[in-house]
């Protein structure tokens, strides 16, 4: 094995060793959100600053549906670090593919 694909070999390694677990991950958008009640007299009628909130929920797809689930304020930071899981292990996939290709085009393949 020549050096370049010994580096990329363990530039992948490298790449591999910094991703999360794949017990705590969560596929999703994490959203932070703040509404308005259904009293007329409350004042988060007149301005943003009085809405209440934050709440917080998940968005995912299924298929051809879009599902929310609504995150309890307890266990915000867990969830909302599982969903940035999901996107550091997807770039992880991006990365690692990317340095198989390089693999393959300096002939790794044969």
């Known amino acids: 094995m020549n ?4 580096k990329l ?10 991703l999360p677990a794949l017990t705590k991950v969560l596929r ?3 959203i932070e959100w703040y509404q308005v009640c259904a009293r ?3 004042k988060c009628h007149k301005s943003k600053k ?8 998940v968005s995912y797809s299924k298929g051809n549906r879009s599902y929310h ?4 304020l307890k266990g ?3 969830i909302e670090k599982w969903v940035n899981n999901y996107n550091k292990i997807w770039q ?9 290709i390089k693999l393959i085009r300096a002939g790794i393949s044969k």
């Open 40 to 42: 007329k007299d409350c």
């Open 50 to 57: 009085y809405q209440h909130g934050p709440f917080y929920r």
């Open 92 to 100: 992880g996939i991006e990365d690692i593919s990317e340095l198989n």
């Open 69 to 72: 689930i609504y995150v309890p």
């Open 76 to 78: 915000r930071k867990k």
């Open 3 to 6: 050096n370049q694909v010994q």
């Open 28 to 30: 999703g958008t994490f």
């Open 9 to 18: 070999n363990k530039m992948k390694q490298e790449v591999s060793k910094k």
